[in-house]
């Protein structure tokens, strides 16, 4: 006689280590296209657009050259790629500090949003040294990211500096130099960082330095008087 077969043991299982899979394969793809972007960011502010090689971007994270050029079929494909990474990072840290949704005056908003953009230069210098390699000269890549990823940032400060000058709590001043003053302010370690080891025992890769510098900042531009220690060690941003 034939055995009828187990209904339990013929159902497929739905979901479980299948699912599991995938997610780890997706969050493994998410982590190398990151790694990938970030060392692309390190190539172009060391070497430029011209000089940065696709080899070496896959030499400094250890990974086979073709996969690179598999994802991002050319150097420019792979330059915009990184300039928008970058970018999505720092906009993902303001709609978690700042929703736009959330109950917060102006001042506070733009506190957390500059905050923000001096975290990000600070952990990662080459992100100042890799847009400052494209405003050397007018060319297609500073005109796409301008258009493309830096207006809608920046249409989103303008209106909160304006309100908090109408507050009284900002110089009135076109919205938009205020802004570039705050982008300089917001690089000044991991653009002068260098120079400024060699000149003090100052490091800008010490969170204590950093963590002064910006109190320093809120103190001048948003109005805060926090006690600023000048050496030791100290805590690190948060």
């Known amino acids: 006689m034939k055995r009828k077969p187990d209904d339990k043991?013929?159902?497929?299982?739905?979901?479980?280590?299948?699912?599991?899979?995938?997610?780890?394969?997706?969050?493994?793809?998410?982590?190398?296209?990151?790694?990938?972007?970030?060392?692309?960011?390190?190539?172009?502010?060391?070497?430029?657009?011209?000089?940065?090689?696709?080899?070496?971007?896959?030499?400094?994270?250890?990974?086979?050259?073709?996969?690179?050029t598999y994802h991002y079929r050319s150097k420019d494909i792979l330059w915009r790629a990184a300039a928008e990474h970058a970018f999505t990072r720092i906009r993902e840290e303001w709609d978690d500090r700042a929703?736009?949704?959330?109950?917060?005056?102006?001042?506070?908003?733009l506190h957390q949003e500059y905050r923000t953009v001096f975290e990000y230069t600070a952990a990662f210098p080459e992100f100042h040294r890799f847009m400052r390699q494209e405003c050397l000269s007018h060319n297609p890549r500073l005109r796409w990211v301008a258009?493309?990823?830096?207006?809608?940032?920046?249409?989103?400060l303008l209106p909160q500096i304006s309100a908090a000058q109408d507050e009284g709590l900002l110089p009135k001043v076109e919205p938009i130099l205020f802004h570039y003053m705050m982008v300089s302010l917001t690089a000044t370690l991991s653009g002068f960082g260098p120079?400024?080891?060699?000149?003090?025992?100052?490091?800008?890769?010490?969170?204590?330095?950093?963590?002064?510098?910006?109190?320093?900042?809120?103190e001048i531009v948003f109005g805060e008087s926090p006690d600023v220690p000048r050496s030791g060690k100290r805590k690190t941003l948060t």
């Open 9 to 68: 043991a013929a159902k497929p299982v739905v979901g479980g280590h299948g699912h599991r899979k995938t997610r780890a394969q997706q969050d493994r793809a998410l982590a190398t296209r990151s790694a990938i972007l970030n060392a692309a960011i390190a190539e172009f502010a060391e070497h430029g657009f011209e000089g940065a090689r696709i080899r070496r971007i896959a030499e400094r994270i250890g990974l086979q050259h073709p996969l690179i």
């Open 99 to 109: 929703p736009e949704l959330a109950t917060m005056s102006p001042l506070e908003r």
């Open 147 to 156: 258009k493309t990823v830096l207006r809608p940032l920046i249409q989103r």
């Open 195 to 218: 120079e400024m080891e060699f000149i003090t025992d100052l490091s800008p890769k010490d969170s204590g330095t950093a963590q002064a510098y910006w109190r320093l900042v809120e």
